[in-house]
C-alpha cells in the first residue's frame, strides 16, 4: 500500500507532498514534490528554502535510508536561475523552464530509494539492487543546429552512453522526456529525427517504442532548443517490460506520425511500476477531444490515463506522482481544483508547458506502483 503524507515545514514555508511506497524487507520508494510558499521573495530565497527542506527530508520520520536518485526542477527562468543552482553529482538532477503555476518560481520532484547501491558512472546515476541496475542521465542537450539535428545529436550521444552500460535503445530505455522550446514550431522537427533515428535503432510499429513526455519546455542554454531525460533498466528480462495501449480510448501513437508507448508496465518479484506518458484528451482515432473546454479535457485526460492504468493492473489509488502541463496560466485554479477534489493525496505539480498540439490544453503524466509476488522474478 501507499502510505501519502503532506509535511508542512513551517519555518521554510514549504509543503512536501509525500508518497511512500515501502515493503518490509524491500527497498523503499519515494516520490515527493515540494512546494515553496512566494512570500515576495526572489528565486535565491525561495531556492534556498526548497533545498533546505530537502537536506531535512531524509531525517525526518518515516524515511529511514533513503537517498536521492532523482531531482527535477521546475523554474520559472531558467536561463538566469540555473547558473545559482548547486551542484550535486551524486544525484541525476533535470532543470527545465516550466514555471510552477503556485506563484513560486521554484518547484521539485524528489525521488528516493533505500536499500540501493548508488553510484555515478559515465555521467549517469545508477542504483543497483538484485542484479537490476536502474541509470538515470538528465540534461542532455545541443547547441547546434535546428531542432531536428539537436535531437539526432542528442539520440547519437545517448545511445553511445548505453552502450558503456553493455545496453541498447531498443533493449534498455524505458523512459525519455522530452524538452522542446517552442513546442508549436518546434515539435515537428524533433518528431522527425526521433522517428529516423529510432528506425535505424531497430524501434518500428512492429516492434516497440518508449514511453516518453514531448512538451513545452525552455533549457538554460538558449541556443538548445531540446533537452532529453532519461531512465534504462539493465538486468531484466524482456517479458518483464509489457507496453500499455488502452485501444478502447487510444489509438497508436504511430498513426499520427510520433514515436512513443502510451504507457510501460514493468514487473518484479515484490511490486509492480507502470509508466504512464504524456496523455491528453484524445480518443482512440487520434482525434482531439473537446476543443477549448478545459474541464471536458481535464475528464477525458483523467478516464485515458485511468484505461492505460487498469490495463497495468492498477488504478490511480496507486499513483505515486502526478505531474500537470497546461497551455494557459488562466485554467490554474479551475484544474487544481479539480484534481484537489479527485487526487487529495497525490503528490501533485502544475507547470506552465504547452502542450504538442495547440488545441491541447492539459497533459499529465504518471508514475504508479503496487505489490506483486511473482517468484518468477527478482525483487525490486
Known amino acids: 500500500m501507499i502510505d501519502y503524507n503532506i509535511i508542512y515545514i513551517g519555518d521554510l514555508g514549504v509543503r512536501a507532498e509525500v508518497a511512500a511506497f515501502c515493503p518490509e524487507g524491500g527497498v ?13 521573495e526572489d528565486f535565491e530565497g525561495q531556492l534556498r528554502r526548497l533545498y533546505e527542506a530537502e537536506d531535512r527530508l531524509p531525517r525526518m520520520t518515516g524515511f529511514s535510508g533513503a537517498q536521492y536518485i532523482l531531482k527535477r526542477y521546475f523554474l ?24 510552477p503555476l503556485d506563484g513560486s518560481k521554484v518547484a ?11 553510484t555515478a558512472e559515465q555521467g549517469a546515476i545508477v542504483a543497483a539492487h538484485n542484479g537490476y541496475r536502474h541509470i538515470w542521465r538528465m540534461g542532455y542537450t545541443s547547441a547546434e543546429g535546428d531542432s531536428a539535428m539537436q535531437t539526432e545529436t542528442i539520440l547519437n550521444q545517448y ?150 492504468l487498469n490495463e497495468g493492473g492498477m488504478d490511480f489509488s496507486n499513483v505515486m506522482h502526478l505531474i500537470v502541463y497546461l497551455r494557459d496560466t488562466g485554467d490554474y485554479e479551475t484544474v487544481s481544483s479539480l484534481f484537489r477534489q479527485h487526487f487529495p493525496g497525490t503528490p501533485t505539480v502544475f507547470a506552465l508547458a504547452p502542450v504538442c498540439r495547440p488545441t491541447w490544453l492539459i497533459e499529465m503524466e504518471c508514475i504508479a506502483v503496487k505489490e506483486n509476488d511473482n517468484p518468477r522474478y527478482r525483487p525490486f
Not at 30 to 40: C, I, K, S
Not at 108 to 118: A, R, V
Open 76 to 99: 520559472s527562468d531558467s536561463t538566469n536561475q540555473q547558473p545559482l543552482m548547486r551542484q550535486e553529482p551524486d544525484v541525476a538532477i533535470s532543470i527545465i523552464q516550466q514555471q
Open 159 to 308: 545511445e553511445q552512453d548505453l552502450k558503456k552500460f553493455g545496453t541498447s535503445l531498443a533493449t534498455g530505455c524505458i523512459r525519455t522526456w522530452f524538452f522542446v522550446r517552442d513546442v508549436d514550431t518546434q515539435y515537428a522537427g524533433m518528431v522527425r529525427a526521433r522517428r529516423e533515428n529510432f528506425v535505424r535503432e531497430g524501434l518500428t510499429p512492429e516492434t516497440h517504442y518508449i514511453a516518453s513526455t514531448g512538451i513545452g519546455g525552455g533549457p538554460a542554454d538558449t541556443k538548445a532548443l531540446i533537452q532529453m531525460g532519461t531512465y534504462a533498466l539493465t538486468g531484466f528480462l524482456p517479458e518483464q517490460q509489457r507496453y500499455l495501449y488502452a485501444k478502447t480510448h487510444l489509438n497508436p501513437t504511430y498513426e499520427y506520425g510520433v514515436t512513443f508507448e502510451r504507457g510501460t508496465r514493468l514487473e518484479y518479484g515484490d511490486r509492480s511500476h507502470v509508466i504512464i506518458s504524456g496523455t491528453a484528451s484524445i480518443d482512440n482515432r487520434g482525434q482531439v477531444l473537446h476543443v477549448g473546454n478545459i474541464v471536458k479535457q481535464t475528464q477525458r485526460m483523467w478516464e485515458n490515463v485511468e484505461a492505460l
Open 108 to 118: 521539485g520532484w524528489l525521488y528516493m530509494t533505500s536499500g540501493q547501491e548508488k
Open 28 to 40: 523503499g520508494e519515494w516520490h515527493v514534490m515540494l512546494h515553496v510558499e512566494p512570500r515576495r
